[in-house]
């Protein structure tokens, strides 16, 4: 299917155990971000990645880990999950065009994490 | 640091009008913008705002933006129960980042 896609959609785990959450991008964006979604905080940039193995932290990388080999995919690791990492999780692209008058980020539908 | 405050949850009467707002602290940004997320859905923006601009519309919808205050908001004309839903204000500056209000949960009642 064309456009952006996660999975799983819901996902309920255990502390310390290792989960990740995969995100697939049809339009070959350059950019793609991961967010979490918390009651209170919005969305909080967890990684993002500017192209193919190129990655960086945003504003809670602690306990996430990235890797972005192929343009398309933008897996996001919990190593050792804890309690405190059961949010909501968004996966994002978009393009930075030449010229563009604004950066329309695109969302995909989400993964519900419980960690026990 | 830069930080988006929105009051989270709004309620209306269908047929009025809304008004979300939002309060932001980069004076720096270029772009300022409107998400919303529907229940179970991603966000999908809504409409944008360029920096040098006071208002724009786009049918319903009404972007008011005061830099001196750094204010913004976003108004609703005629709301209706569709529009029922999380709406995020969020700022950007010449990278392709964003961050992110806290949102509104916008309910509209019959």
């Known amino acids: ?116 | 640091g830069e930080d988006v405050e929105q009051s989270l949850f709004l309620s209306v009467r269908e047929g009025d009008s809304s008004v979300i707002n939002c309060t932001y602290t980069d004076s720096s940004s270029t772009y300022l913008y409107w998400y919303k997320q529907e229940p179970g859905a991603g966000l999908q923006l809504l409409t944008y705002i360029f920096s040098n601009m006071d208002m724009k519309q786009d049918q319903r919808l009404t972007v008011l933006l005061n830099k001196k205050d750094k204010h913004l908001s976003l108004r609703i004309a005629d709301t209706q129960t569709g529009d029922s839903a999380i709406y995020f204000c969020a700022e950007g500056d010449n990278t392709d980042k964003l961050i992110f209000g806290t949102g509104t949960r916008l309910q509209v009642f019959p």
């Open chain 1, 1 to 116: 299917d064309a456009g952006i896609t996660q999975s799983p959609r819901y996902k309920i785990t255990e502390t310390g155990r290792q989960v990740t959450l995969m995100c697939h991008q049809t339009w070959s964006h350059s950019y793609m971000f991961w967010y979490r979604q918390d009651l209170g905080h919005g969305l909080r940039l967890i990684y993002y990645s500017a192209a193919a193995d190129i990655t960086d932290k945003g504003e809670v990388p602690d306990g996430y880990v990235v890797s972005r080999s192929k343009t398309e995919n933008f897996p996001l690791t919990l190593e050792s999950a804890t309690r405190s990492q059961t949010s909501v999780y968004f996966c994002a692209s978009s393009e930075q065009l030449a010229g563009a008058i604004y950066n329309e980020q695109f969302f995909g539908p989400g993964t519900r994490l419980t960690v026990l």
